[in-house]
């Protein structure tokens, strides 16, 4: 593989107009399918075969009606003495209802003084508005015609605020993405003191965003993709395009300083350390499209969309890398190339400093691992709902409103779906349930076969209660009941997802020791690499639990509210931060690897290793850290978890766990860590990642004066 993308890296530099214009071109295609063929994005969440998708197939079969149709709230308040039943706010209140029938695309709205969705205390009330389309085709002028119908009430001094998918905006910040950039940007021209360098991972990094996004958007035309999507492949997309061109372009320098033409080092630099990024980007690759073994369709659909997005990266820092160096020339050193070979470089001390204290260094490090994953013992998952919303937003004072009129469980009505004959006896079951605050009577469908009761639970949608109450209401044992609605929906795909998230972490730990052990040549490498992933997803976790669960220093976050973490949140995490750890562990351990096996101590050998790699890998880790932090600033409570857990993993993998015990470790095991049966060694294949054979021909073709031709 490394002559192969030797020859590329040549071919790229030599050829950089034609390598150049192909990437315009298919910028350009990309950007012409993404303007005729998307389509809308999604903030549902479904999964096939669950009790409650197949109750809402059975409420759409025996009742009618699309069981995907897009409905909204539309909440009514007033303060002080007024009430809803004034004769001045009921007429603007019944005024708007009339409106809002008239909208488009809306097909009922249950009026609130027929419906009898009005508080006790008279000053809250809501009217539901149903459509006749599923929500990816409401248009923004469907959603402001129904803001506009909605708001005519003010006019009496009635309060509107609004609920539901149809009032939720896809727009979306760019201000996360620019401020990792931009820190990004500052610790490239420190670590390379040339803007030249500095901006070619940012240029090539954004291309690859790019087309990434535009196929998104291609994707969007034909596929049911969650409004996330981007927002994830966005934040992978920049922070392993910029690290992996780093590598290339980190190389590349070290060859024109030895003393070799561009073309020569482009071709090393694509040959060495563009075989690790092939590596590192297929790590992640394989990680987020292993995301599919879950079944669960609008993961898969994500994965699948980021992992395309890191391909692209990879293919990117292979091909146009080179062909911008051969642009940049020599520009890409500093003005004021000093050497001083009496200075010796940060990760050769940091490294003799831990192997002087590895056992000081080991302790504490694990120790300081363990207090901050220690909150993660109290892990609770939920999807999000409108509690946590942003504290201005509509959608979290309407749910605010609706909790304080009419009780936290009228945001979760549960759909409790069975057979007329019973519907009655269900009733009286139910009702005498535990966090049970009402039931209605029957509805019984037009066949006379089929009834359907609502629930409201006493406890908030996401609480352990109402859970347990959907769990109690389907052990009743009540022939042929089944329990719906987006409460029941929510609850059923947490527990998917948690269900999924053994097998998945298996196959995670079973991939990376794989891989470890063909590169390293050794079974106690990939062990210890493994435990350290471990340990970095232990502490990410015990991070968000501390912060978003629990809500302490949420402020300094900007974090507005606090509940259960995303129950997508520890699969992502997972696959993510596995595929960026083996990254570090390559570029840091296969040095001292090839140290080691030239006859070096294991001591020097990991010496070695840290010292030609620490200065990489902290600057790679900032600008990840950059990049997943800047996110935390989106309003979407997906992604500002997200951001916050992989730039914290990150942080804790690099520093602590890869640079700081890595080397305690190795240093305690000595030669031990090195060890592999004989006859293992005999069957696994020779996996050149750091390109040593092609360092060897091409040194043999430099002694015989001949040009190599590999």
Do not use: C
């Given at each position: 593989?490394?002559?192969?993308?030797?020859?590329?890296?040549r071919?790229s530099?030599?050829?950089?107009?034609?390598?150049?214009?192909?990437?315009?071109?298919?910028?350009?295609l990309?950007?012409?399918?993404?303007?005729?063929?998307?389509?809308?994005?999604?903030n549902?969440?479904s999964?096939?075969?669950?009790?409650s998708?197949?109750?809402?197939?059975?409420?759409?079969?025996?009742?009618g009606?699309?069981?995907?149709?897009?409905?909204?709230?539309?909440?009514f308040?007033?303060?002080?003495?007024?009430?809803?039943?004034?004769?001045?706010?009921?007429a603007?209140?019944?005024?708007?209802v009339a409106?809002?029938?008239?909208?488009?695309q809306v097909a009922?709205?249950a009026?609130?003084f027929?419906a009898?969705t009005?508080?006790?205390?008279?000053?809250?009330?809501?009217?539901t508005?149903?459509?006749?389309?599923?929500?990816?085709?409401?248009?923004?002028a469907?959603?402001?015609?129904?803001?506009?119908?909605?708001?005519?009430?003010?006019?009496?001094?009635?309060?509107?605020?609004?609920?539901?998918?149809?009032?939720?905006t896809?727009?979306q910040?760019h201000?996360?993405?620019g401020?990792?950039?931009?820190?990004a940007a500052l610790?490239?021209?420190?670590?390379?003191?040339?803007?030249?360098?500095?901006?070619?991972?940012?240029?090539?990094?954004?291309?690859?965003?790019?087309?990434?996004?535009?196929?998104?958007?291609?994707?969007?035309?034909?596929?049911?993709?969650?409004?996330?999507t981007?927002?994830?492949?966005?934040?992978l997309g920049?922070a392993?395009?910029?690290?992996y061109?780093?590598?290339?372009?980190?190389?590349?320098?070290?060859?024109?300083?030895?003393?070799?033409?561009?073309?020569?080092?482009?071709?090393r630099?694509?040959?060495?350390?563009?075989?690790?990024?092939?590596?590192?980007?297929?790590?992640?690759i394989?990680?987020?499209?292993?995301?599919?073994?879950?079944?669960?369709?609008?993961?898969?659909?994500?994965?699948?969309?980021a992992?395309?997005?890191?391909?692209?990266?990879?293919?990117i820092?292979?091909?146009?890398?080179?062909?911008l160096?051969?642009?940049?020339?020599?520009?890409?050193?500093?003005?004021?190339?000093?050497?001083?070979?009496?200075?010796?470089?940060?990760?050769?001390?940091?490294?003799?400093?831990?192997?002087?204290?590895?056992?000081?260094?080991?302790?504490?490090?694990l120790g300081?691992?363990?207090?901050v994953?220690?909150?993660?013992?109290?892990?609770r998952?939920?999807?999000?709902?409108?509690?946590?919303?942003?504290v201005?937003?509509?959608?979290?004072?309407?749910?605010?409103?609706?909790?304080?009129?009419?009780?936290?469980?009228?945001?979760g009505?549960?759909?409790?779906v069975?057979?007329?004959a019973?519907a009655?006896?269900?009733?009286?079951?139910?009702?005498?349930?535990?966090?049970?605050?009402?039931?209605?009577?029957?509805?019984?469908?037009?066949?006379?076969?089929?009834?359907?009761?609502?629930v409201?639970?006493?406890?908030?949608?996401t609480s352990?209660?109402?859970?347990?109450?959907?769990?109690?209401?389907?052990?009743?044992?009540?022939?042929?009941?089944?329990?719906?609605?987006?409460?029941?929906v929510?609850?059923?795909i947490?527990?998917?997802?948690?269900g999924?998230?053994?097998?998945?972490l298996?196959?995670?730990?079973?991939?990376?020791?794989?891989?470890?052990?063909?590169?390293?040549?050794?079974i106690?490498v990939?062990l210890?690499?493994?435990?350290?992933?471990l340990?970095?997803?232990?502490?990410?976790?015990?991070?968000l639990?501390?912060?978003?669960?629990?809500?302490?220093l949420?402020?300094?976050?900007g974090?507005?509210?606090?509940?259960?973490?995303?129950?997508?949140?520890?699969?992502?995490?997972?696959?993510?931060?596995?595929?960026?750890?083996m990254?570090?562990?390559?570029f840091?351990?296969?040095r001292?690897?090839?140290?080691?096996?030239?006859?070096a101590t294991?001591?020097?050998?990991?010496?070695?290793?840290?010292?030609?790699?620490?200065?990489?890998?902290?600057?790679?880790?900032?600008?990840?850290?950059?990049?997943?932090?800047?996110?935390i600033?989106?309003?979407d409570?997906?992604i500002?978890?997200?951001?916050?857990?992989?730039a914290?993993?990150?942080?804790?993998?690099?520093?602590?766990?890869r640079?700081?015990i890595?080397?305690?470790?190795?240093?305690?095991?000595?030669?031990?860590?090195w060890?592999?049966?004989?006859w293992?060694?005999?069957?696994?294949?020779?996996?050149?990642?750091?390109?040593?054979?092609?360092?060897?021909?091409?040194a043999?073709?430099?002694?015989e004066?001949?040009p190599?031709?590999v």
């Open positions: 593989m490394a002559t192969l993308l030797y020859r590329l890296g071919f530099f030599r050829q950089r107009r034609l390598t150049l214009a192909v990437w315009v071109t298919v910028l350009a990309f950007g012409i399918g993404a303007a005729t063929l998307s389509g809308p994005t999604s549902a969440f999964i096939p075969g669950t009790e998708s197949r109750a809402m197939e059975v409420l759409e079969e025996k009742f009606g699309g069981g995907d149709a897009a409905s909204a709230k539309v909440v308040t007033v303060t002080g003495q007024a009430k809803l039943t004034g004769a001045e706010q009921k603007a209140v019944e005024a708007a409106a809002l029938a008239k909208a488009p009922s709205v009026e609130p027929e009898k009005i508080s006790q205390d008279l000053q809250t009330a809501y009217a508005v149903t459509y006749a389309v599923p929500a990816a085709d409401i248009t923004v469907d959603r402001e015609a129904l803001l506009a119908a909605g708001d005519s009430a003010e006019t009496a001094g009635v309060a509107i605020e609004y609920s539901g998918e149809v009032t939720q896809a727009e910040s201000l996360a993405e401020i990792g950039i931009a820190v610790v490239l021209i420190i670590t390379f003191g040339s803007l030249v360098a500095a901006g070619l991972p940012l240029l090539t990094a954004l291309i690859g965003v790019g087309i990434g996004m535009l196929g998104i958007q291609v994707a969007t035309g034909f596929f049911d993709l969650s409004s996330s981007s927002a994830l492949a966005t934040m920049l392993v395009g910029i690290d061109a780093l590598f290339v372009v980190s190389r590349y320098r070290h060859e024109l300083a030895a003393g070799r033409d561009g073309e020569e080092a482009a071709g630099a694509v040959g060495t350390a563009g075989s690790a990024v092939v590596f590192a980007g297929l790590t992640v394989i990680a987020l499209a292993a995301l599919s073994v879950t079944g669960i369709p609008f993961l898969t659909a994500m994965g699948v969309a992992a395309g997005t890191v391909a692209v990266a990879v293919v820092t292979l091909s146009l890398v080179p062909a160096l051969g642009f940049a020339g020599r520009r890409v050193l500093p003005k004021r190339h000093r050497r001083s070979s009496a200075k010796v470089p940060f990760g050769e001390r940091w490294a003799r400093g831990v192997l002087r204290h590895r056992w000081a260094a080991l302790l504490i490090s300081l691992i363990a207090v994953a220690l909150p993660a013992t109290e892990l998952l939920a999807l999000p709902d409108d509690s946590t919303a942003a201005e937003s509509t959608q979290r004072k309407a749910y605010d409103q609706l909790a304080e009129g009419f009780g936290a469980g009228s945001n009505p549960l759909v409790v069975l057979p007329a019973g009655e006896q269900a009733q009286q079951v139910i009702g005498k349930m535990n966090d049970v605050a009402m039931v209605t009577p029957p509805t019984v469908n037009k066949a006379g076969d089929t009834a359907m009761l609502t409201i639970p006493a406890s908030a949608p352990e209660a109402t859970k347990d109450l959907v769990h109690e209401i389907r052990a009743s044992g009540i022939p042929g009941l089944a329990v719906t609605g987006t409460t029941a929510n609850i059923d947490s527990e998917k997802l948690s999924a998230l053994i097998p998945y298996a196959i995670v730990v079973g991939l990376a020791f794989v891989l470890l052990m063909l590169v390293f040549r050794s106690v990939p210890k690499a493994t435990a350290g992933f340990l970095s997803v232990a502490a990410a976790f015990g991070a639990v501390f912060i978003f669960q629990e809500g302490h949420a402020g300094l976050i974090l507005d509210s606090t509940g259960p973490l995303v129950s997508i949140m520890p699969i992502f995490l997972i696959g993510i931060l596995f595929g960026l750890a990254d570090y562990e390559v840091l351990v296969t001292a690897r090839e140290e080691y096996v030239h006859g294991p001591d020097e050998a990991v010496v070695a290793g840290m010292s030609h790699g620490a200065r990489v890998v902290t600057a790679a880790a900032l600008i990840m850290m950059s990049v997943f932090a800047g996110f600033l989106a309003d409570t997906i500002k978890m997200l951001g916050f857990g992989l914290f993993g990150v942080a804790v993998d690099a520093f602590l766990v640079m700081t890595v080397p305690a470790v190795m240093s305690l095991l000595g030669r031990s860590a060890w592999l049966p004989r293992l060694d005999r069957m696994l294949p020779n996996v050149d990642v750091e390109g040593e054979q092609l360092t060897k021909q091409l043999a073709a430099e002694r004066r001949v190599a031709d």
